[in-house]
């Protein structure tokens, strides 16, 4: 019964968005992105001869969480191809190129039909879900064809539906997974008390993923000119929500101080009417690629706008400060990023469910503020001496490096396993 309104429940989110794509770009692109998904996938695959891995991904910031296991695999696998698939398209539109996929699509919707047919196709000899991902039908296709599947750096609340007495629905997917590798204490502690028994406390591969970040960050030449020995704020992925807060703190800090302002979203409009309320001069990173802009003047402007995606992860080596965006109301987005550079970091209220928010906070090098006044107050006292709190921000991701060799040491057990199982008859 509960399978009945979990698939009514897909289908009637599938329909909405195609009543809505022609109005919302996201919505199309979601839509538009899974036409044809048989016949394209069948085409990628025409003459494969390797067995597959299969990786999934929701969005963006779970693909960079997922990246140091894919890449280790990678290696630790060379026959292997991998296919990784995204939910939405936030992470498929940035990632689609991305070199370390042999092939890269949009998930089909979860139906019955779309599970079958997507497993028959792919004939995946292990599966990653990544964090958060949870799709039934394709986790009871996996389990009936033997496959083994992993779910890595997941967290979990007592508040979700797998711990309530009316949730053996939910629980039953949880089941499905051969072996769950948890951030913290208390999601491995919720799991054993459903009698989950194959789980492991591994940490957040997100770790691993800045610490690579760090090691391989990119000189950008115009972030390098534009900071000019001046401290530096950098905002990352910022909504219009905490530029109500960052606008009026900006104009009001009356110490030297320069920003690097990176938008979640990138709208032209949006971002011209920040810039006219800032008293700052302010400059946009697109305008200083131009033949006939003026490179001598970068230094002259107190913030830059970035207005391209895929550059915010190197720009923090230039940040004494950062603010991370989203605790407003859409979801805190990544602060390792930039606490592995070593760095306050400032971000709204709504922390609570991201485990290294929550951490960092405790250790006493991130602050959460809900105004403009407050930032005011917190940051003049970081920015008085922030020695100590950008330590603690570096040793924080350093003593968390490791998840991934966990994950590989499971992946390297149910492999030796898988070989001695019975084959999948696809």
């Not at 900071?227 to 030297?256: E, R, T």
């Not at 959460?368 to 920015?383: G, V």
């Amino acid at each position: 019964m509960f399978a009945g309104f979990y698939n009514t429940g897909i289908f009637v989110y599938q329909n909405l968005l195609r009543l809505v794509a022609p109005f919302n770009p996201k919505a199309r692109q979601w839509v538009d992105g899974r036409r044809n998904w048989i016949s394209n996938l069948t085409a990628k695959l025409a003459g494969n001869n390797s067995p597959i891995a299969w990786f999934h991904a929701a969005s963006l910031g779970e693909f960079e969480q997922g990246r140091p296991v894919i890449e280790a695999f990678r290696t630790q696998y060379p026959g292997y191809k991998i296919l990784l698939t995204f939910f939405s398209p936030s992470g498929y539109e940035v990632r689609k190129n991305y070199d370390g996929a042999d092939f890269i699509m949009y998930l089909p919707v979860d139906s019955p039909a779309n599970a079958r047919s997507f497993v028959t196709i792919v004939k995946p000899q292990i599966a990653f879900f990544i964090k958060y991902e949870f799709w039934y039908n394709y986790l009871r296709e996996l389990s009936a064809a033997l496959v083994p599947v992993i779910s890595f750096s997941a967290i979990f609340r007592p508040d979700q539906l797998f711990f309530k007495s009316y949730g053996g629905f939910y629980r039953t997917m949880l089941h499905y997974f051969d072996h769950i590798l948890v951030q913290n204490q208390e999601s491995l502690t919720l799991l054993k008390s459903i009698s989950l028994t194959r789980v492991t406390l591994a940490g957040d591969t997100r770790f691993d993923r800045v610490a690579q970040v760090a090691t391989a960050k990119k000189d950008i030449p115009v972030a390098k000119a534009f900071k000019n020995g001046m401290p530096v704020l950098v905002i990352g992925s910022a909504w219009p929500d905490d530029m109500k807060v960052l606008i009026p703190f900006l104009n009001q800090f009356d110490k030297p101080l320069k920003a690097i302002i990176a938008p979640h979203e990138i709208h032209d409009e949006e971002i011209e009417k920040w810039r006219t309320e800032l008293n700052q001069p302010s400059v946009r990173f697109s305008q200083t690629q131009l033949s006939s802009f003026d490179q001598s003047t970068i230094p002259s402007f107190e913030v830059l706008f970035i207005d391209n995606v895929g550059m915010l992860s190197s720009l923090y080596q230039y940040g004494e400060f950062a603010y991370i965006g989203g605790a407003f109301k859409q979801g805190l987005h990544n602060i390792l990023e930039a606490a592995t550079f070593g760095m306050p970091i400032f971000f709204g209220p709504d922390y609570d469910k991201f485990q290294e928010a929550v951490d960092l906070v405790t250790e006493g090098a991130a602050f959460p503020i809900t105004t403009a006044k407050e930032l005011l107050e917190l940051f003049t006292r970081q920015y008085v001496d922030s020695a100590d709190t950008a330590q603690i921000s570096r040793n924080y991701v350093q003593r968390n490096i490791g998840a991934t060799a966990q994950v590989m040491q499971v992946v390297t057990h149910l492999m030796s396993e898988r070989l001695n199982k019975q084959k999948p008859d696809y």
